[in-house]
């Protein structure tokens, strides 16, 4: 798995497991996605960054916690340009999600910090599920053919 997928993958077990969002990942449009109903324009939650500086490159995930998804560009940062350069589709929120869901009440509460400590817990099992899957899996098998 790559590292952007590692991010997305962790970003969505947190948003399923705290939020209990549904969400997905394409190829083509990276970032994390929330299931929509048919017809209704796709919602991003949450979009990769790419940092470069002094030949060193970094990405990260931002995740839309409570930001306002609706009204004019004066309280709705994405009416005043196109997200990630999508034409036609949306950006969402947890917030906005939830309200949807009559669940509101599950972000009450939430901080900056233990949001970033959650997803820091998810996304260290993560690493270290992948790493026993490579080697318990393919990773040892190809050991073992080389061996013999």
Not at 23 to 44: H, L, M
Not at 111 to 119: G, I, K, Q
């Amino acid at each position: 798995m790559s590292y952007a997928n590692h991010l997305e993958a962790t970003t969505r077990r947190l948003l399923a497991c705290l939020f209990g969002l549904e969400t997905y990942t394409t190829r083509d449009e990276p970032g994390v996605w929330v299931r929509t109903p048919a017809g209704q324009p796709e919602r991003k939650i949450a979009a990769i960054g790419v940092h470069h500086r002094r030949h060193v490159t970094a990405l990260g995930i931002a995740i839309n916690i409570d930001v306002s998804v609706d009204g004019p560009d004066v309280v709705n940062p994405w009416a005043r340009f196109v997200p990630c350069g999508l034409e036609g589709k949306l950006v969402t929120s947890v917030a906005a999600e939830l309200a949807m869901k009559d669940g509101i009440a599950r972000l009450g509460g939430w901080n900056t910090a233990s949001l970033a400590a959650v997803w820091a817990k998810i996304f260290e099992e993560g690493i270290v599920d992948d790493t026993k899957r490579s080697i318990d899996g393919e990773g040892s098998s190809q050991f073992r053919r080389a061996a013999s």
